[in-house]
């Protein structure tokens, strides 16, 4: 059975030599610079792995959570709980994905089915039991004081290692979407009705779509708990779903890369604006909408298009 003909999704055509460049600057820039430039490089390379991972819902499913931080905060106290317990790093990450996978596979079924909105209303709900979860009980997350921990590792190295996992995340997530799967998803996207009509099971493509991305956010909550040495109930708040699907829409849903762009761009300006003024949410909004009005396809789309 062949798979319908979809239009192709965006694929990066910047130069190989600009990428290159870009790739150096982003690896040894941040290091070199030290301080706070370090800490805030580390910071957006976490959000980054979670924004792709998120893209391969929103843009190549055609799937919208708004309760994909439970993964993200899943994995956080699962990293804070082992690390604490003196548990190996490498183990721990790996722990800390599968554990946002098992939680997508127990409530992916349900929020999958109820589909369209209810999908969006479902995560939202569930990430909201996950939430309070998290600040009730106290024994175990430390309550709204939330868990600090000692992270095994931190700086530079750190910086390293969330380089590494965003380049595994890219590679593995263009591999998924280019692949007879990544294709299927695609024409579920574009028409569901007519994907099950030639004998595809949508709700099992979509349903392993979930469980990849959840696995990859969970792993970038890790990340963003080793870095910042605690994790609370703010991780797992809804509005940090928000945030993260604004990420995706800010630098373009579909591309992969547009994401990774989306959430360094955000980071940025959070952490620039911010400090000058508490209307720093008003430039984020603003520049959303100057990036809506000139195409949908966000800041990447831009990019590409550009002479």
């Known amino acids: 059975m062949s798979v319908p003909a979809t239009a192709p999704a965006a694929h990066l055509r910047v130069p ?6 870009l790739a150096g600057a982003a690896l040894v820039m941040p290091p070199l610079l030290g301080g706070y430039p ?16 998120l893209d391969l819902l929103v843009g190549y499913a055609g799937l919208t959570p708004l309760g994909h931080i439970a993964m993200w905060g899943l994995g956080g106290y699962v990293t804070a709980l082992l690390t604490r317990a003196g548990v190996p790093l490498p183990l721990t990450l790996a722990v800390a994905a599968a554990s946002a996978a098992v939680y997508s596979a127990l409530t992916a079924p349900l929020a999958l089915r109820a589909g ?4 969006l209303m479902l995560t939202l709900a569930f990430a909201q039991m996950l939430a309070s979860l998290a600040a009730k009980w106290t024994a175990v997350t430390g309550g709204t004081d939330g868990l600090t921990f000692t992270p095994a590792v931190g700086g530079t190295p750190l910086y390293a290692l969330s380089v590494a996992a965003l380049a595994l995340t890219l590679w593995t997530l263009t591999r998924v979407t280019r692949s007879p799967f990544g294709r299927v998803l695609e024409a579920i996207r574009q028409n569901a009705p007519r994907a099950r009509a030639l004998g595809y099971p949508v709700l099992a493509y979509q349903f392993g779509a979930v469980l990849i991305a ?10 963003g708990a080793v870095h910042r040495g605690i994790v609370t109930p703010s991780d797992v708040f809804w509005l940090q779903s928000a945030v993260l699907l604004i990420m995706v829409l800010l630098g373009g849903a579909r591309s992969l890369w547009g994401p990774v762009l989306g959430a360094v761009l955000y ?21 959303l909408i ?5 195409g949908r396809g966000g800041l990447w789309s831009l990019m590409r298009r550009a002479p």
């Open 38 to 53: 370090l800490y805030l490089a580390t910071e957006a390379l976490c959000w980054a792995i979670a924004a792709a991972a």
């Open 214 to 223: 959840s696995a990859f956010i969970g792993l970038a909550g890790a990340l």
């Open 290 to 294: 100057a990036v809506v009005l000139a």
């Open 16 to 21: 190989r030599p600009v990428l290159l460049a």
């Open 267 to 287: 980071t940025a300006l959070q952490a620039v604006v911010s400090s000058r003024t508490d209307l720093w949410a008003g430039a984020v909004g603003a520049l």
């Open 116 to 119: 369209g909105l209810g999908f």
